[in-house]
């Protein structure tokens, strides 16, 4: 009898997908109970989105259409935080959008859609911000119009205006990981696979990046 009572486990699944020539390996654990309160709880927008991602796989053409449709201005906006210009973010989004043609395929989960495109985007990003040289130049511009947005008149929100000049203060890669945290809402493990670097490095990347937040708002 007690030979009948056995716990029944479904091994685990390894998930594994290449981006832009890179070799990488994406460990995604789930049995069959985790994948179901999973599923559960995705929203309409996420359910409809991994659909797509499988017509595109297919070779469906309209449905990459209309993933263009869903994610082009939210991989914009992302590009144009990190870069500071608007024609580059287009560019960039562009390239981007080149990558995940080439390579969606090989993306084993269409659920990881949406850490695999930012991790493409955010290596578009830095490609172009190595490849220009723009760190210090942008870093000027940003001081200048933080400097022009301080000597505005204060009015009700004050506040919001104060933190976006802030965080126009910060570097690139500090302004990208803030936008992955508090815009796109990703958590901490996503942020890691995103970067490639461990979630501690995420969590005390993002404590030093509000302790300097929290103290060029103190400054003016």
Not at 41 to 51: A, H, M, P, T
Not at 71 to 84: D, Q
């Amino acid at each position: 009898m007690n030979n009948e009572l056995r716990t029944i486990k479904t091994k685990p699944k390894q998930t594994q997908f290449k981006s832009e020539g890179r070799s990488e390996k994406w460990n995604v654990s789930r049995n069959s109970y985790d994948l179901y309160y999973i599923t559960m709880r995705k929203s309409r927008d996420q359910i409809y989105d991994e659909l797509l991602v499988l017509k595109c796989q297919a070779g469906d053409k309209n449905a990459f259409e209309e993933l263009v449709k869903r994610w082009e201005k939210r991989l914009w906006h992302y590009a144009y935080k990190v870069t500071g210009a608007e024609s580059t973010a287009w560019d960039i989004v562009q390239e981007t959008w080149l990558a995940i043609v080439k390579g969606i395929r090989r993306l084993d989960e269409a659920a990881l859609f949406p850490r695999w495109v930012f991790r493409i985007l955010n290596n578009k990003c830095a490609d172009w911000l190595r490849k220009q040289h723009m760190q210090s130049q942008l870093h000027g511009q940003l001081a200048k119009k933080a400097q022009n947005e301080s000597n505005i008149k204060q009015n009700s929100h004050e506040k919001v205006d104060s933190l976006q000049a802030a965080i126009t203060k910060l570097q690139s890669d500090q302004r990208a990981l803030l936008m992955l945290r508090y815009h796109e809402n990703f958590d901490i493990s996503q942020i890691a696979e995103i970067l490639c670097v461990p979630e501690g490095t995420v969590k005390s990347r993002l404590n030093r990046i509000l302790t300097k937040l929290r103290q060029i708002m103190g400054q003016e």
